[in-house]
């Protein structure tokens, strides 16, 4: 709960319009992720000193307390090194750690490693299981053959060009005793790279495509939009470019909200982070550290941190896209506008599908509004309303390129859900054989919603950690990640 109150305190401080600046038009799951990695900017914290930058040797933990149920809220992790976004407590008396895994990103691979580590010195974690991998082979070999400064070094320069992850560099760089599993399936595994092969063979031509249309609707929306809808829209693609920050926007989406008289109880974390928002701008939080706050004050704190307390993060996010649409619905006056508006939802979210960088509301809403993906449609309403208006566009015909190729998107994310199933499962077995109550399981972050689902109707108690992230990632080396197994040369 500490790591939850402090996460929301940083996204209330210290987010806005110069956060992390970057000419990078980051997508959306990136800019959760730095809302989540988010650092003490406004609340100085201890960096690690020069003898913690490289995890160092510490073959004997300091207690073992890994046949001993520990309780989710038990766990603490750096906060130099990640954050907890979510806890649930099961009934089976087992506990999985999902970090989620910041792929071919150095610092977020990096401090995956860290956290890790923390988990074998405080709480004698012992088995990890990871995405991406098959069978239970490792590095271990290698400690034999170098000494350990000589395997640190080696560890961190393949760790900088992605040919190894947080893992496999833990099990290098360091002589924990630890047992490494894969928790995938081979066949569907390699279906589902084999899938991703099979998009980058028409993902250039499609992305083109797919701006072209978006340029083209961003010309009609001068055209067709109310005032509301542009101001809703504008607010939108700075947001996305992080021309603005996210509580920015997110008093701007409150606002409107409130103006048009949209029940906001439905949007509760959205409601309380707001509500903590305005709280903490009547609030001296120095003077509560320091004990010397006025009894209003403490009143007001009490106040926040429960609100705080409530918020769910992931929940959040969930209700972002949602309050978007009930406002998009509301500014909408005519069917002219609600197509072009769904239009140009489903043409942002097609362009996040072809990158791989879709986030889990994007997909949801893409899987239950299929026909507002119809390429077909898109042109038909676009050209018309162009035709219509007397304004010459470049409205590419070759909608086939997205049509034809929709299944084989469809098939690629299908298999990723397939996954997840099959890393349970798997988790499951690997703790029963290895008979341990806590494991950590590293995958990805699109994985978590799915996971956390299944880990909790199997009863499994959970937390999810973020590694700490703030550069960006490298797009092919991400894309390549994809596309192969993290072990090469030893699967």
């Keep these: 709960m500490r790591n939850l109150r402090y996460l929301v305190s940083v996204i209330i401080l210290i987010i806005g319009p110069n956060f992390i600046p970057s000419s990078y038009a980051a ?294 896209p949602l309050l978007e649409g009930v406002l998009y619905d509301t500014f909408a006056a005519n069917s002219n506008q609600k197509k072009l508006s769904r239009i140009s939802k489903a043409l942002s979210i097609m362009g996040n599908l072809l990158k791989i960088k879709v986030v889990p509301e994007e997909y949801k809403y893409f899987e239950d509004n299929k026909k507002d993906f119809d390429p077909a449609f898109w042109l038909e309403f676009l050209k018309a309303k162009s035709q219509e208006l007397g304004i010459s566009l470049d409205i590419p015909a070759n909608y086939y390129v997205i049509s034809d190729n929709l299944p084989k998107i469809e098939k690629f994310y299908g298999l990723a859900f397939e996954r997840d199933s099959v890393f349970v499962k798997r988790a499951g077995e690997h703790i029963n054989n290895e008979n341990v109550k806590l494991a950590a399981l590293v995958a990805g972050g699109f994985h978590t919603p799915t996971l956390t689902k299944l880990l909790k109707d199997e009863g499994y108690s959970y937390i999810v950690v973020s590694p700490r992230v703030r550069t960006e990632t490298d797009d092919e080396l991400y894309r390549s990640a994809l596309k192969r197994e993290w072990l090469p040369e030893i699967e």
């Design 27 to 320: 997508t959306l799951w990136e800019q959760r992720g730095k809302v989540i990695q988010a650092t003490k900017e406004s609340k100085p914290v201890e960096e690690p000193s020069e003898s913690e930058e490289t995890i160092l040797d510490k073959s004997e933990v300091k207690k073992d307390v890994s046949d001993l149920s520990i309780e989710p809220t038990d766990i603490v992790i750096p906060d130099q090194y990640g954050t907890i976004i979510e806890t649930h407590e099961g009934t089976n008396g087992k506990l999985i750690v999902h970090v989620q895994d910041a792929h071919m990103n150095y610092e977020g691979q990096k401090n995956a490693a860290h956290i890790l580590e923390s988990l074998i010195e405080d709480y004698g974690l012992k088995l990890i299981l990871l995405e991406g991998k098959v069978s239970s082979l490792n590095f271990n070999y290698i400690r034999a053959r170098s000494p350990l400064d000589e395997r640190i070094g080696k560890a961190d320069e393949l760790l900088k060009k992605g040919e190894i992850n947080g893992v496999n560099y833990l099990n290098i760089a360091t002589d924990y005793h630890i047992i490494i599993h894969g928790v995938e399936d081979k066949r569907i595994y390699d279906e589902n790279r084999q899938a991703l092969w099979e998009i980058d063979r028409f993902k250039d031509l499609a992305s083109e495509y797919v701006n072209k249309l978006i340029v083209v609707s961003d010309v009609l929306k001068t055209k067709i939009y109310s005032e509301n809808l542009l101001g809703l829209d504008k607010k939108k693609k700075d947001y996305d470019s992080e021309n603005i920050g996210l509580m920015a926007y997110y008093e701007y989406l409150y606002k409107k909200a409130e103006e048009e008289g949209i029940p906001l109880y439905v949007f509760p974390n959205f409601q309380n982070l707001i509500k903590a928002s305005d709280l903490e701008k009547k609030i001296d939080l120095e003077a509560i550290r320091n004990n010397t706050a006025l009894d209003e004050e403490k009143k007001l704190y009490n106040e926040y941190t429960r609100l705080t307390r409530d918020l769910n993060i992931n929940e959040l996010f969930k209700e972002e």
